[in-house]
């Protein structure tokens, strides 16, 4: 059903300007998730997967960048998504860059976004968290908040930035996720060098409490500079990785496109691929690594698991295949791996 009617849809949200097209969908979310309840396209229980002290209803969550403000989870949940990771959030609320800053490239089924940050701040999360929790409607599925710095904060003030989002967001999402790898807020990648890092992730991790703390890192760093970060998170305390964020480069891009932005979507994985393979090998089983990056079919989603991810994420596959890929996914992993003799993917 969800198929069929994104099937109907989709060339027409196709003409719109893509970041209308986004705004339109989300003024859609309340009906989406009734659709998606009806279809029942939840995860087979027996997909749940283990990263790290999380417990994912399956292998496929929903990347951040989607859902700045948190304002659709129920219906993510609905869809099926294994996790459901909000944001990015910086300190302050922050309109981003100016339009156009999100652009379709259909021929690549790609992406290129230069948002920067357009959210309401850590606080108006807060708050629509804080509403779930006292309806009792928490989802079953883990929420983690994406933090960010906020544009206008110089990068030497940047802990106090993320301290700020964390203390408003404390005990309010399952897991946290420090960004320092989006491409669009000027000087924010630089905090991936080893000491900004190590200083960042030494303040965030206590004052994180008991939430877990995730590291979401660049596809664009070299792979000693990867190694060096992913060994910075581990000794700060970190729970696990994510890799990778967009790329600065433009794989695979024929003719003309967008000079700035990041670039999500099928030409990302090769790179995302072999990025995840370093963060793997840096991680040695010591935290468990989310893979993300041009995610688009199961077999994406399987290559991954084997290479040794506890779980994965998706954003861009969403806009060209439909909301209802997530379910699609788990379905074909659900009769492939539960019938086969390899176990579901566990986390170290
Ligand atoms: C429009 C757009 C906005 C994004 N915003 C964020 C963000 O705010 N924070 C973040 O950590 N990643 C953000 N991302 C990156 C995604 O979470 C993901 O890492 C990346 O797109 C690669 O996955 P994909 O190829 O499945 O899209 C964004 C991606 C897109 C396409």
Known sequence: MIDFLYRVVRPLLF???PEEAHELTFSTLPMARWL??????????????????LTFAGPVGLAAG????GVGIRTWEALGFGAIEVGTV?????????????????EERALINRMGFNNEGAIALAATLGRLKAQGVWPTVPVG???????????????????NSLRALKDKADYFVINVSSPNTPGLRALQE?????????????????????????????????????????????????ATNTTLSR??????????????????????????????????????????????????VRALLKMGCAATQVYTALIYEGPGLIARIHRELATTMLTTD????ASP
Do not use: M, W
């Open 251 to 300: 794989p695979g891009a024929t003719g003309r496109v967008e000079q700035y932005g990041g670039l999500s979507g099928e030409p990302l994985q090769p790179l995302a691929r072999q990025k995840i393979a370093v963060v793997l090998e840096a991680a040695a089983q010591r935290v468990p690594v989310i893979g993300v990056g041009g995610i688009h079919c199961a077999d994406d």
């Open 15 to 17: 003409r719109l300007d």
């Open 36 to 53: 998606a309840e009806l279809s029942q396209l939840r995860p087979d229980p027996r997909l749940a997967c283990k990263v790290g002290p």
């Open 342 to 345: 390899a176990p579901p993917p």
């Open 145 to 163: 908040a994406n933090l960010g710095k906020s544009k206008v904060v110089a990068n030497e003030d940047a802990v106090d930035d993320y301290l």
């Open 194 to 242: 080893r000491e900004p890092l190590q200083r960042l992730l030494h303040a965030a991790i206590p004052a994180a409490g008991l939430t877990p703390v995730f590291l979401k890192l660049a596809p664009d760093l070299e792979d000693d500079a990867l190694h060096e970060a992913v060994n910075v998170a581990v000794d700060a305390g970190c729970a696990g990785i994510i």
């Open 66 to 69: 989607l859902d700045k403000n």
């Open 90 to 106: 910086t300190g302050l609320a922050q309109t981003g860059n100016p339009r156009p800053r999100l652009f379709r490239l259909k």
